[in-house]
């Protein structure tokens, strides 16, 4: 049984990570903790770009944006909602999940999930680096690996690669061996 997994090389990764300045003291914290996995995970640099959103509601949109110019290897998306008093919270969550889940499956670009969902501060401040560890951290380190992966799936030759191939060796031309299957 072949076995593909990524690894946390982030060598020869560009990275894009989109930080929501809403809640600054926690997607500030995220984000430092974020960026020091990446550069941990042996990422340059001048290879990671940050971009400033105002809001969770706004991270979909810029993830996708940088997604679609086709120079990053992964997106790291980082926000914090708190739950209020109102119904305004679970609208923006769902919002926000969607947006990052169809920007990753439409573009094929890796993006990791670090926007904390909470209902109290104290719960974000845990996950920003206190009793959970840092949910920016993990981010980073799931980015460097989804975009390892995507490239270890990239490089496996393909079910026609290899007809192709078995027919070569076979003797027949690739010319050959589609007009036969004609």
């Known amino acids: 049984m072949r076995h593909l997994q ?4 982030g060598s020869a990764l560009r990275i894009g990570v989109v930080v ?19 550069v941990r995970s042996g990422a340059k640099k001048k290879d990671i770009h940050l971009v400033r959103v105002p809001g969770a509601f706004e991270i979909p949109s810029a993830a996708r944006t940088l997604a679609e110019t086709g120079k990053y290897d992964a997106i790291i998306c980082i ?11 679970d609208v923006i969550v769902n919002e926000v999940t969607r947006g990052i889940g169809q920007s990753t499956q439409e573009t094929g670009v890796p993006h990791a999930f670090g926007v904390l969902t909470c209902d109290t501060l104290e719960q974000a401040i845990d996950r920003a680096g206190l009793k959970m560890g840092n949910k920016g951290f993990e981010a980073a380190l799931a980015a460097v690996e989804m975009a390892s992966l ?3 799936i990239s490089r496996q030759p393909s079910a026609v690669t290899k007809a192709g191939r078995r027919s070569q060796v076979a003797g027949v031309s690739k010319g050959d061996a589609n007009r036969r299957t004609k």
């Open 6 to 9: 990524g690894d946390h090389d």
């Open 20 to 38: 929501s300045r809403f809640n600054s003291f926690i997607t500030e914290r995220l984000f430092q903790s974020a960026y020091d996995g990446l």
């Open 79 to 89: 926000g914090c909602l708190l739950r209020g008093d109102t119904a305004h919270y």
């Open 150 to 152: 995507k490239r270890a």
